[in-house]
């Protein structure tokens, strides 16, 4: 009788998931790091999360990923979450301990921040107001983040004003809550721009604020990575912004889950990037 050691699996788990580029940038650093394991998508539609998402520990998994429509309803089901997927009201990133319980925790703000100083090394959190265009799950994780970083305001608009009322309430006084309307009129002297929403987005509705009141000297950010250079980042980089696209977030809010599940911290690099975006 051979007594095997058992080779650590993870997952990202969504519905649908087939579009992920999560298996295709963890699978990279499986192999770039010769580390034995395997990481896959698995679909699980929302009313079988509670039940299946106990089974994966037994099945030889060591955590995972989750998105979207799972990122709010893992929190009820997490035996322990941090401080900071508690106060965004998401977790992205599961681990799954050797004591049975399950450990949830939010690293998009981390990546957003790693992404920012990677791709704008001169940007300074502290130098001025940010502007944060929607109000949804990642801008909740980008305002916790910049607060934590040093940014004195955030002036936050959003289509719908009661989520972003919502949020302020939850982070408090650095937060200035205006009208979807006005949100070109925010960034004469913001610091930092950051768009959260999916407008722009291949398939979705086009980015329509204006940004001639700009501040050059700004670093605008998107989240959105399909395209990689969007209608904002393309609009502010001609109007002399420092322009970062949402590609970085996606890679390094994905290091500090790799390194808990397979022991060994992945670089983010011009390589990582180059092996999700020709996947």
Not at 51 to 59: D, E, F, G, V
Not at 65 to 80: G, R, S, Y
Not at 146 to 168: K, Q, S, W
Not at 267 to 273: G, N, P, Y
């Amino acid at each position: 009788m051979t007594d095997h050691p058992r080779i650590p699996l993870a997952a990202v788990l969504g519905h649908p998931i087939a579009h992920s580029r999560s298996p295709a940038l963890h699978g990279y650093w499986l192999k770039r790091y010769g580390i034995p394991g395997h990481y896959i998508p698995i679909d699980i539609a929302p009313v079988d999360l509670p039940r299946l998402i106990r089974t994966l520990p037994a099945l030889g998994f060591v955590g995972c990923n989750v998105t979207i429509p799972h990122k709010e309803a893992i929190l009820q089901i997490a035996d322990i979450v941090t401080d900071r997927a508690a106060l965004i009201g998401a977790a992205n990133t599961l681990i799954f301990r050797k004591d049975g319980k399950i450990h949830a925790d939010n690293t998009d703000g981390s990546g957003f921040i790693a992404n920012l100083r990677q791709n704008a090394p001169d940007w300074k959190p502290a130098s001025g107001p940010a502007v944060v265009l929607g109000a949804g799950g990642a801008a909740r994780a980008v305002v916790a983040a910049l607060i934590e970083v040093g940014v004195p305001e955030i002036r936050l608009a959003n289509r719908t004003r009661p989520r972003a009322d919502a949020l302020r309430s939850d982070f408090g006084a650095k937060v200035h809550v205006h009208e979807w309307v006005q949100a070109g009129n925010l960034m004469d002297d913001a610091a930092t721009v950051i768009n959260t929403t999916s407008l722009g987005m291949t398939g979705k509705a086009d980015f329509r604020i204006p940004l001639d009141r700009i501040n050059p000297h700004a670093v605008c950010n998107d989240l959105v990575y399909t395209p990689l250079k969007t209608q904002f980042l393309i609009e502010a980089e001609a109007r002399g912004c420092t322009v970062v696209d949402g590609l970085g977030m996606l890679l390094h809010q994905a290091a500090p889950g790799f390194e808990r599940w397979f022991g060994l911290r992945p670089e983010v690099d011009e390589a990582t990037r180059k092996a999700v975006l020709f996947a």
